[in-house]
């Protein structure tokens, strides 16, 4: 059974693994036009993933 602490740590994994991905859309796009509106929104997301998986480490071994 997974714990709170081991979802929490999968959840910081899917918002860091999102944030890569709006960042690594420049290098693909190789466009110089800055960042687009989709890529502040997928910052956002996964910073907020992130900030949401946070209080779940603190939670322990209790069953998610």
Partial sequence: ???KRQLGFILI???A???AGALAANVV???DAG???LQTIGLAAGGG???MALPLLKL???PA
């Fill in 29 to 31: 796009g190789a466009r």
């Fill in 13 to 15: 994994g899917v918002g």
């Fill in 60 to 62: 322990g071994d209790r």
């Fill in 35 to 37: 960042f687009g509106p």
């Fill in 17 to 19: 693994l999102v944030i």
């Fill in 49 to 51: 993933i992130i900030l």
């Fill in 1 to 3: 059974m997974i714990t």
